[in-house]
């Protein structure tokens, strides 16, 4: 059995993207998996090609070739206009089918992860969701690390009797690869024959959302600065305002926060609000209680400022200023207006 | 027509840890809960009940404690719950999982028609938002993902709108039914059990199915027809934090201080 499994194997090669695009625009995980999908195909001595599916995406290609894709598998048909499983699903399929690639990397956003687990499973073959760290064992299989239980502990799944191998990598943890200076450019063109009459859903309309909006979604921004019941007032908040006008951050909150009227609800943070995942989460006056904490832990990088020293805050903070929020708040803002005003010169 | 709501009971993951000796999960003591977007998907099932009058039946597929997750449903005002119990369904992957499910709601299909199934987005122990879409596209359905809210359910033409909530977008969407639902926190505030449904749930039957009721080939299903497995599992590692500064005594020298160590790291460039 064991050979068996060994010969299906070797008939898949490569390491593949999904170039998740959107009205044409572009995931940026996307680069960053084709960043990461190079590393491994090294490893591996295989190449790193990218699946580009949509509605008049061709030019989407060049930039695939820039961020390091051997080859660019590229269907273009106006029935991918928008983004819809049923006829994404059945493109991947056929190609995953075609061109039996070893491994295939999708984002863990909400398009990556809607499609990902519908492919896995038709193709019958395992899915590993949201992957922080992806790596080849000796034995040429892909080990996936992921979080798992909110955060609390890290798992490393293997799918090594399974081809090919799926991952869905969560957004911002890969690197994005250097730009390529001689950028290949072999594109394969691939059709799919799916008669627009035969999907049952239909996109009827696509809402951005503004920025600046009342109900700005927390979870998608990458600068956060949350206030908590140390904060006093709702009037006091405007010292939080200066200082995220500074940072181009979303002002949010605790529950206290919420349930004292400072913060909107749409701002809450936490087990019973939103999960937030930003680039820089600056935790003022908050203690960190753990509803509060799952929300916003696995934050790039956290900072926090508090008056106690024992606060539990501290514990996931990368960096922490023990003192008293309303005179260490506006010396931030200051700080950050001087150093402003000299990169100006 | 019934509506299904699938629902997991999973630990209450603010509560686990891994003991460092066997680097095994602790499970001891931890409280069980209904997985919460589980509760919102169940919601979304019975408010179709109070409007259209369908019927919901909740299904999961766990170990034969998972009957508490079910009572709750239950006294939630669900009509009828089946319990997914058999060794041979234990240690699934997702795969594995929305199999099992998939035989279920085909029998359930085979006794009333099924208009919908919600799902929650995902759980809070395996958080993988996989087994929806396994379960949709075994069912050869359309599945309409991250829902935030049921726009129109038109039982009589077969057709749904919802709104679906994206990364920096909303997707409003029309889709035949049946289909399969995954829902967010969003979509509703799920209720209390009030006093009769909750008397009510004490004696409801919970119906139990094992594979012998499903007959599924038993190499496709539990850890058998798992194609993933955990090879390892541990702590997350986290850099231990820096206090920066005295910011009690000179305030001003450690807001500079912190946002200069900011600008060196790149965090922050003007
Ligand atoms: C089922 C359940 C769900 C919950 N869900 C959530 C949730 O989603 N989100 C959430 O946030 N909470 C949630 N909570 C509440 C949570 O347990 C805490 O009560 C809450 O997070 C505390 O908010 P806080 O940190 O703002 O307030 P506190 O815990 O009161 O902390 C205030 C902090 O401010 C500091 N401080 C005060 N004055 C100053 C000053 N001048 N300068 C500097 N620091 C100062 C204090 O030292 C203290 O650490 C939930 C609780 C339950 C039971
Ligand atoms: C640490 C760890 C990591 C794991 N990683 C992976 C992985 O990467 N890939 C993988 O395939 N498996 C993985 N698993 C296994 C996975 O957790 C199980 O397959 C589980 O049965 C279902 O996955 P989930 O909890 O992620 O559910 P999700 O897919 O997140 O659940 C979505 C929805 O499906 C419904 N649902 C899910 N499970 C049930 C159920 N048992 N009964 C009824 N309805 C249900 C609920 O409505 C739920 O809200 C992992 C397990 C552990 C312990």
Sequence with gaps: ????????????????????????????????????????????????????????????????????????????????????????????????????????????????????????????????????????????????????FGGNIMATIMCDKFRPQMSTVRPK??????????????????????????????????????????????????????????MMSKENFSILNELADELGAVVAGSRMAVDAGWVSHTRQ???????????????????????HMVGMQDSDMIIAVNKDKDAPIFEVANYGIVGDLFEVVPAMTKKIREAKASAQH | MQVIACIKQVPDTTQVKIDPVTNTLVREGIPFIVNPYDTHALEAALDLKDK????????????????????????????????????????????????????????????????????GKQTIDGDTAQVGPGIASRMKIPQLTLVDNVEEFTPASKKIRVRRKLEGRYERVESKMPALVTVVREINSPRYPTVPTRLKSFNAPIETWDNSDLKIDPETIGLKGSATWVSKIFSPEREKGEIVGDGINAPQEAAAQLIDKLLSKDVLSF
């Excluded at chain 1, 690869?177 to 309309?205: C, F, G, Q, R, Y």
């Design chain 1, 1 to 148: 059995e064991e050979k068996a499994i060994a010969e299906r194997n070797a008939q898949y090669k490569n390491v593949w993207v999904l170039v998740e695009q959107t009205e044409g625009i572009v995931a940026e995980v996307s680069w960053e998996l084709l960043g990461e999908g190079r590393k491994l195909a090294n490893k591996r001595g295989s190449e790193v090609c990218a699946l580009i599916i949509g509605a008049g995406v061709r030019n989407i290609c060049a930039d695939a070739f820039h961020y390091g894709a051997d080859k660019c598998y590229l269907i273009d048909n106006p029935v991918f206009k928008e983004y819809r499983t049923e006829p994404y699903f059945r493109a991947c399929c056929d190609m995953i089918h075609k061109h039996k690639p070893e491994i295939v990397l999708m984002g863990a956003t909400g398009l990556g992860r809607d499609l990902a687990g519908a492919v896995a499973t038709e193709l019958q073959t395992g899915l590993t969701a949201d992957c922080t760290e992806l790596d080849i064992d000796p034995k040429g299989n892909l080990m996936q690390t992921r979080p798992a």
């Design chain 1, 173 to 230: 943890v890969m690197q994005l690869a250097p730009i390529s200076e001689n950028p290949k450019s072999e594109i394969i063109e691939e059709t799919v024959d799916i008669p627009a009459t035969s999907i049952m859903t239909k996109v009827l309309e696509i809402i951005r959302e503004k920025k600046g909006s009342s109900d700005i979604d927390i979870s998608s921004t990458e600068f956060i600065v949350a206030g908590g019941r140390g």
């Design chain 1, 269 to 291: 943070v936490g087990q019973t609000g939103k999960t937030v995942r930003p680039v820089v989460y600056i935790a003022v006056g908050i203690s960190g209680a753990i509803q």
């Design chain 2, 52 to 119: 259209y009058g369908v019927s919901v039946t909740v299904v999961t597929m766990g170990p034969p404690n998972s009957a508490n997750a079910l009572k709750k449903a239950l006294a939630m005002g669900a009509d009828r719950a089946i319990l997914l119990s058999d060794r041979a369904f234990g240690g699934a992957d997702t795969l594995a999982t929305s199999k099992v499910i998939t035989a279920a709601l085909a029998k359930l299909q085979g006794e009333e028609e099924i208009g919908l199934i919600f799902c």
